[in-house]
């Protein structure tokens, strides 16, 4: 878990430095879209081949390959000269994170099922998001340079890489290889596709309301970048802890229940959030988005054969890398002529993501 903690930072180091970057490189807000875009991209990249990998590759291999490569990419992302470098970095870091993800959920949904709680699992990806935005903050309101705590991680995934290389963990699992012609037959079933389809919107909602935060706060709220960083850190410690009680909640009321009324809790706190520029409400809205992807997950899961859950990973995390390309980058369009006005792409995929949870609920 502690490794999912600092693997979750390297995504989240990005949001709060923005503003940071389209000062520093003297680029506009759809300019500075590139990064994100790319690292999503590489993202996308790393799940079309992981889901096959991860079942011809042990699981420690796999994983320190994609340390290394984080490694590499935290170097290039801290001494980046040009927005183009710091763009390629933000490719390498999202094949790197994704394939870190992958490979760690591939492990968990191994375990005992009394013990794959997915609230507490991705909980640990909030904790990123958390402690991420406050250092960020802190270096930023005192001038310090972001490049030393980059280094820093830097050093610090080495030495977990060092560990994990050193030590005979993460155990592997073998099945029968999927064939491509199997694939069809898998992701056509009803509740594989529409889940998958909530995972695209749902991811491109989460990356693109974080990603142009700063803006937001900056340029249509007047906050400082200071507080703007904290209000990020601020959201995502209520959308860790919606996570942590997640499994409990979905024993109670069921995952598809909670998915659609988070979902629909969340799109009535980015409509308030926008009309009444009342930054409560974005706390509100981590504290409703943060269920519906280990909820989601846990109700796919169950439904899904071991054998094939490597394959849907690498496809629902694929997916992911889709829309959080696709409503990061049409945001940041819109985001150059008013801000205020990017956010209601957000709106629209929040409310298609309540409808499609109702059809999958009444599907079974």
Do not use: C
């Amino acid at each position: 878990m502690f490794i999912m903690v600092i693997t979750s930072m390297i995504p989240n180091f990005i949001p709060p430095l923005m503003k940071y970057f389209q000062l520093n490189y003297d680029i506009t807000i759809s300019q500075s879209s590139a990064l994100p875009l790319l690292n999503s991209a590489g993202a996308m990249f790393s799940n079309i081949f992981g889901g096959f990998l991860l079942s011809k590759i042990h699981f420690r291999k796999y994983f320190l390959f994609s340390y290394l490569l984080g490694i590499v990419g935290m170097f290039l992302f801290a001494y980046s000269k040009s927005f183009v470098l710091l763009s390629l970095s933000g490719f390498i870091l999202g094949v790197s994170v994704s394939s870190t993800i992958l490979v760690l959920t591939a492990i968990f949904t191994h375990f005992e099922d009394d013990l794959q709680n997915y609230g507490f699992f991705h909980g640990m990806f909030g904790f990123g998001g958390i402690i991420s935005p406050i250092i960020i903050g802190f270096f930023l309101n005192r001038d310090f340079s972001p490049q030393y705590l980059l280094i820093f991680h830097a050093f610090i995934m080495a030495i977990i890489g060092f560990i994990v290389y050193k030590k005979a963990i993460f155990e592997n699992k073998e099945y029968d290889p999927i064939h491509f012609s199997e694939i069809p037959n898998i992701m056509g079933k009803k509740m594989i596709i529409i889940p998958i389809i909530i995972f695209l919107l749902y991811a491109g909602t989460e990356k693109g309301i974080v990603t142009w935060s700063s803006n937001l706060f900056v340029d249509g709220f007047e906050y400082s970048q200071g507080f703007s960083a904290f209000l990020i850190s601020l959201l995502w410690i209520f959308f860790t802890l919606a996570r942590l009680i997640t499994d409990t909640i979905s024993k109670r009321i069921g995952e598809i229940k909670l998915v659609i009324l988070t979902s629909f809790s969340a799109l009535v706190s980015l409509i308030m959030l926008l009309s009444f520029q009342n930054w409560i409400f974005y706390i509100f809205l981590g504290l409703f988005l943060g269920p519906i992807f280990p909820a989601l997950q846990k109700a796919s899961n169950r439904n899904i054969p071991k054998r094939e859950i490597s394959l849907f990973s690498g496809i629902m995390y694929f997916s992911t890398g889709i829309g959080g390309i696709a409503v990061t980058y049409f945001m940041g369009l819109l985001g150059d002529y008013a801000i205020r006005a990017a956010y209601i792409i957000p709106i629209f995929t929040i409310l298609i993501i309540a409808f499609l949870s109702r059809t999958l609920k009444k599907s079974g």
